[in-house]
Nanobody, 125 residues
Framework: VQLQASGGGLVQAGGSLRLSCATS????????VAWFRQGPGKESEFVAA????????YYADSVKGRFSISGDKAKNAVYLQMNSLKPEDTAVYYC???????????????????WGQGTKLTVSS
């Protein structure tokens, strides 16, 4: 299984960008998908998650109201629409799929089995 994240780039503060995460390789079924990020000199942090069953979404407080996670389960694809971007959103963004992710682990890296290689976002002030 391979995950390919794309869509990163350089954008001015206040701008918008959409990240995509496609899968290839053997077919698999995931229970949840998520985005994490790691800023320069920072620890990796949870950004957003989507639980396929029920379509429930979860967000870090820092991005709530600005970012939106969505997906296409038939394609195992996941997206992250980012609006009102801030310089502090600058990071490498990683997508992840979890086969058996439970609610209590949705915001934790350990809750996910497959990871993309990351796509870099730089927000200039």
């Amino acid at each position: 299984v391979q995950l390919q994240a794309s869509g990163g780039g350089l954008v001015q503060a206040g701008g918008s960008l959409r990240l995509s995460c496609a899968t290839s390789g053997r077919t698999f079924s995931s229970r949840a998908v998520a985005w994490f990020r790691q800023g320069p000199g920072k620890e990796s942090e949870f950004v957003a998650a989507l639980r396929w069953s029920g379509g429930f979404t979860y967000y870090a407080d820092s991005v709530k109201g600005r970012f939106s996670i969505s997906g296409d389960k038939a394609k195992n694809a996941v997206y992250l629409q980012m609006n009102s971007l801030k310089p502090e959103d600058t990071a490498v963004y990683y997508c992840a799929h979890g086969r058996g992710t439970i609610t209590s682990s949705l915001r934790q890296k350990a809750g996910y089995d497959y990871w993309g290689q990351g796509t870099k976002l730089t927000v200039s002030s």
